[in-house]
């Protein structure tokens, strides 16, 4: 891989930084760097894709208590590509309350989870 007019890559001690201008489709894969010296090489690599990143809920919302009568939970995240849908799951916590998480990297048996989905209304573009 070397500088193209899409691939830069700089040298800013003490590292090298690859910029990938105008992202697209054609750009993803996984991308690997090695680097060796007099004691050995190593190695690390990163995936480069369209999927969005993880959502990121605004403030401490993980345990809601049962006090409160309305609430609004926000998140965010970013894309490459429109987002089409959340899929957002819940559950009833052990004091009573509504914590909000990922069913895959909890320890609760999956059907203690509802799920609903969100369905996003993608803007028409023409």
């Given amino acids: 891989l070397s500088t193209s007019d899409e691939i830069v890559i700089e040298n800013q001690e003490p590292k090298y930084v690859m910029k990938i201008e105008k992202l697209k489709v054609k750009n993803f894969g996984k991308y690997k760097c090695k680097a060796s010296n007099g004691l050995g090489f190593a190695e690390d690599s990163i995936e480069v894709t369209g999927k969005p990143r993880p959502p990121i809920f605004s403030g ?37 309350g509504v914590i909000l998480s990922n069913p895959s990297s909890s320890n609760s048996a999956p059907s203690d989870w509802s799920q609903s989905i969100i369905p996003v209304e993608v803007p028409n573009t023409s």
């Fill in 60 to 96: 401490d919302q993980r345990e809601i208590l049962s006090s409160v009568k309305e609430l609004n939970i926000t998140w965010s995240t970013d894309s490459m590509f429109p987002i089409t849908q959340y899929l957002l799951a819940y559950r009833k916590s052990q004091t009573g």
